[in-house]
């Protein structure tokens, strides 16, 4: 565990040099040994910036880090796009076919 935890702070230290906000490494209370790290681009192009560029530093700490992981590989990823929340957004009678997400099926 103090390996990983060193680990995932160089991992920090990369994604906020790249441009990460808000980054957040949480424990899951159902699984233990299920760790989640949290973080967000500004904008997508950020986040696609930020997965080409790769330092000689970024690619050890990544190689610990499939060292580390225990479970399946490769491990799960998420991501999402944050949507702004209006008036038209939150009120049903206001949503038009512009304010759908096209990902959720409706």
Do not use: C
């Amino acid at each position: 565990l103090p390996e990983f935890v060193a680990t995932m702070k160089i991992r920090r230290q990369i994604r906020v040099r790249d441009g990460a906000q808000n980054w957040n490494l949480s424990r899951d209370l159902q699984q233990p040994n299920t760790w989640v790290e949290h973080y967000r681009f500004s904008r997508w192009r950020d986040y696609i910036l930020h997965n080409e560029r790769h330092t000689h530093e970024d690619d050890e700490s990544l190689m610990a880090l499939k060292r580390l992981h225990q479970g399946d590989w490769p491990p799960e990823i998420h991501r999402s796009l944050e949507r702004q929340m209006s008036r038209q957004t939150i009120e049903p009678d206001l949503i038009s076919e512009a304010t759908i997400d096209p990902t959720r099926g409706n």
